[in-house]
């Protein structure tokens, strides 16, 4: 399916080390946008962030094990964007969830699988 003009951008904000049944959190909503054919997303570790609660979390090198910000994007059509927005109010229990409208100018698919 091509995807062009307008669609969704959705970010999810979270910690590295947030679980869903066991599982890294990240993973678990990646596989689902998956399972559910959406066009794609991507996981960004951060080096320095902080939340709600304002703990700073940070790459420096005596805090490597500290829990770090993860960001997930995805970005699809409105209605598909929609339809995983019931599974993250399931599994999302501490973060972020923002939407935005955005203009896709390109998305390629070789084929290939």
């Known amino acids: ?20 049944h066991g599982k890294p959190l990240y993973e678990t909503i990646v596989l689902k946008a998956r399972e559910m054919n959406l066009r794609g997303a991507s996981v960004f570790r951060g080096i320095m962030g902080f939340g709600a609660d304002s703990h700073l979390h940070t790459a420096k090198i005596l805090r490597l094990s500290e829990d770090m910000p993860v960001l997930i994007e995805i970005v699809d ?23 935005e409208k955005v203009n896709v100018i390109m998305y390629r698919n070789s084929g290939k699988a």
Do not use: C, H, Q
């Open 1 to 20: 399916m091509k995807l062009s003009g307008e669609a969704v951008l959705l970010r999810i904000y979270i910690g590295e080390t947030d679980k869903y």
């Open 77 to 99: 059509t409105e209605d598909n964007i929609n339809r995983l927005i019931p599974f993250l109010d399931e599994t999302v229990t501490e973060g972020l969830v923002t939407r």
